[in-house]
């Protein structure tokens, strides 16, 4: 007879989710700061191993392109408990004259609340669920 459950080692997150890890500062014990972390993305059925999820945009890729690659700190004074929301898009306008400028803005917004990225580790799951 087959058990109703089955156990689950790890489940996915979304791939915009990148975990920023508390980490102390060099030589000092008390005082930490945020490091930006990758979560590996798992396909079922790829033979090959998990390569890490990096952003794709300039906003948290920051050092990613060095060669070897740059660790990215940030202050956690800069990332509220709501959170943050950080955009990227182009802007347009005309000025009196007439003439057309478009520029490049970032903007970052406090968040919507406390989220989670629903990661789990190490969990028993009904067998029948689709969970990832």
Known sequence: MAAPVR???MNTVPENWIPLIPVHLP???REIQLQRAAMPR??????A?????Q???SLLR????????QTYFLHQEEVPRAGTRAMQYYQRARWTTGEVY???RAE???GRGEASSGLGFDRLVDQNSKEG
């Not at 798992?42 to 033979?47: A, E, R, S, T, V």
């Not at 191993?49 to 999820?53: R, S």
């Open 49 to 53: 191993p998990p390569e890490k999820v």
């Open 7 to 9: 156990y689950q080692v």
């Open 108 to 110: 970052k917004q406090t």
């Open 102 to 104: 478009t520029w490049f």
């Open 55 to 57: 952003s794709l945009t």
């Open 42 to 47: 798992i396909l079922p059925g790829d033979p």
């Open 27 to 29: 030589n000092n014990n």
């Open 62 to 69: 920051q050092g990613l392109d060095r060669v070897p690659a």
